[in-house]
């Protein structure tokens, strides 16, 4: 079965890969090591098996530290013109990774930031992360106009709508999830101030994450439950890139 529309890689793009390594290592006990990518300081992030995420070091045109998600297409040059076509900005066009795949780099019609990449046959993207401790469990895009973000991914990925919540003043949540599984694996909130996709990193217990991020040196600005009773916090890392926890366990 295809991994069309999954999420299958994550990157920190940081002002100080040694800080950053420290934080991330520290909180989810990552064992980081270099890449060997020639020309740019670029880390892989290792636990429990292969590495499920990189880090990466100061460059010349850098945005602000953030962290990006990477979505399996199976054609990056046909996804990233159906994006183009429906409003993305392209800020790197499809790109050649030796022995890892085709990639390319945009920001939907909101300006939040995303990545494609077409993974090589020979290439064994990262394991399932939506239960493993330190992956990736939740993908949440904030966004100034939902129906419309919403018109612009469930084409390019072939996502699927989950359930609509109504969460009054802030506005209405949309649940979605990749045509293979059977569980939602994201939520589309709107309409909020600007646009951004945040990831939610899986810990055991939250209130004991919470405070191993602030002995760390980072910030946490929200604790609370959602409905479900999983319990998460959001949080920004000492360089100032944001990212948030989720457990079941407070």
């Known amino acids: 079965m295809t991994d069309q529309g999954r999420f299958c890689w994550y990157e920190l793009t940081t002002t100080d890969a040694d800080g950053a390594q420290a934080f991330y290592s520290g909180l989810f006990g990552w064992e980081v090591f270099d890449s060997g990518t020639p020309g740019i300081d670029y880390r892989l992030a290792a636990h429990g098996g292969g590495p499920m995420a990189a880090i990466m070091g100061p460059f010349e045109g850098a945005p602000p530290p953030n962290w990006r998600g990477y979505v399996t297409v199976d054609d990056t040059d046909a996804t990233h013109a159906a994006a183009k076509a429906a409003g993305a900005a392209v800020h790197v066009p499809p790109h050649d990774i030796p022995n890892v795949g085709r990639f390319c780099v945009f920001s939907d019609p909101q300006g939040a930031g995303l990545a494609i990449l077409q993974p090589l046959p020979s290439y064994a993207p990262p394991p399932d992360l939506l ?21 612009f991914y469930e084409p390019l990925f072939q996502w699927k709508k989950g359930d609509l919540h109504d969460m009054g003043p802030m506005g209405e949540y949309q649940l979605f999830r990749p045509q293979q599984l059977t569980r939602d694996f994201g939520g589309i909130a709107g309409p909020s101030d600007g646009a951004s996709w945040l990831y939610y990193f899986n810990v055991d217990a939250l209130d004991p994450a919470v405070e191993k991020v602030k002995a760390l040196g980072g910030e946490v600005a929200m604790v609370h439950e959602v409905p479900g009773g999983t319990w998460i916090a959001h949080c920004t890392d000492p360089q100032g890139a944001k990212f948030a926890l989720s457990s079941t366990a407070r």
Do not use: I, P, R
């Not at 239960?131 to 018109?151: I, M, P, Q």
């Open 131 to 151: 239960e493993k401790f330190g992956g990736v469990g939740w993908h949440e895009l904030s966004t100034s106009d939902l129906d419309a973000a919403w018109s």
